[in-house]
Structures are given as C-alpha cells and as structure tokens.
T-cell receptor, first 113, second 117 residues
C-alpha cells in the first residue's frame, strides 16, 4: 500500500524568503504525485502534479516540485513566498487509474511580514 | 458546473441522528470520491464511484456509513446514528475517470463541516 510522509508539521518563513516543503512517498510502482493547498475553511486546490517525464514540474502561484525517484521524494519549492501563501499544504500519491489519493498529514505554512 | 459543490456547508446534529451530505461533481466527470478530514486522522479516503457503481468502498469506517450516486452525477453520503467521532469535514472530489493507467487529477469541493453534539 502506498503512503506519504510530510515530516514538517509547521513551518514559518519570512515574506520574500524561499520555501521548501518536504514530501516522501512509498509506493512500489510508478507514483502519481500531487501537491494541494488548503486555505482555512476552504477545500483543496491543486498546485501541481507529476505523472511522468520531466522531473521538475511547474504549478500555479509560482510553485514547483521536483520528483527524485532515488530519494522517493517530491518536494515543493517556491523562490519567494508571499503572505497569501500561508495555508496548509498536502502531498498525495495515487496508485493508478481513478484510484484514491493517499495524503500526507500536511504542513502548515506561516508567513511573517 | 464550474466546480465541485457540496451542501450543506455546515451541519450540526445531535448524537444518534441521521445526516445526509450532498455532492455535485464537475459536469462530465464520471469519477467521484468522498474523503474525511479530521484532526486526529488527517485526510482519509472513504469511497470511490465510477458512474453509479462503487468499486472501492474500503474507506467507509462502519456500516453506519453509506453512499450512493444517481444518474452518474449527484452523490449523497449518509451517516446513520451519528456519533461524536463522526465530527469532521467531509470532502468530495471528482475527476474525468476516462481510464488509462495513470491517476486522474481530482478536483475538490469546499467540504461539509459536520459537528455531532
């Protein structure tokens, strides 16, 4: 069965600083990887996804993520954080056709001005 | 529709009562999913529909939970004899479900916050 680990429960960064959120997955075959963001009281919004091909994927709001098979990682990055990026971020893995997503426990991002 | 919609947005009920939660998927999406988000358990999968069939019900926590989907569109999640531990945000998602070997992108609704007193 697949699993996802997000080792950082809470991260605080200053506005304008760079950001990296960690995600490690466990899955025996080709993983399908996603990052979602959730603002307070809102549903999940897709930031980006990796299916195959280029291991560096670009998403919305200036986010990118890099898939590293050797490290079983799919870390999310942003070069310069904005105060509006404060939210909870979830990494997820899917196992194939129309399958359920398995989520990590999330990382709450706080941005200081 | 423009996105996945869910109703009600908030539901407060008394222990032992039954509740129904509704999900309207994105038009044309054949796959529909229910997840539950709670403080202690994070985001958990409940059930997946392809059309009106539910090939994966593995996440339903007990027989008090059931779901149906009609006309390949709207889905209802029913919780009977609610318990306090059922308090959570129930999220619905839909995807194209067009087949192939890779996981579809799932688009989520805003959720229904259920509070059981």
């Amino acid at each position: 069965a697949q699993s996802v680990t997000q080792p950082d429960i809470h991260i605080t960064v200053s506005e304008g600083a760079s950001l990296e959120l960690r995600c490690n997955y466990s899955y025996g075959a080709t993983p399908y990887l996603f990052w979602y963001v959730q603002s307070p009281g809102q549903g999940l919004q897709l930031l980006l996804k990796y299916f195959s091909g280029d291991t560096l994927v670009q998403g919305i709001k200036g986010f990118e993520a890099e898939f590293k098979r050797s490290q079983s990682s799919f870390n999310l990055r942003k070069p310069s954080v904005h105060w509006s990026d404060a939210a909870e971020y979830f990494c997820a893995v899917g196992a194939g056709t129309a399958s359920k997503l398995t989520f990590g426990t999330g990382t709450r991002l706080q941005v200081t001005l | 529709g423009a996105g996945v919609s869910q109703s009600p947005s908030n539901k407060v009920t008394e222990k032992g009562k039954d509740v129904e939660l509704r999900c309207d998927p994105i038009s044309g999406h054949t796959a529909l999913y229910w997840y539950r988000q709670s403080l202690g358990q994070g985001l958990e999968f409940l059930i997946y529909f392809q059309g009106n069939s539910a090939p994966d019900k593995s996440g339903l926590p007990s027989d008090r939970f059931s779901a149906e989907r009609t006309g390949g569109s709207v889905s209802t999640l029913t919780i009977q004899r609610t318990q306090q531990e059922d308090s959570a945000v129930y999220l619905c998602a839909s995807s194209r479900g067009t087949g192939g070997r890779r996981t579809d992108t799932q688009y989520f609704g805003p959720g229904t916050r259920l509070t059981v007193l």
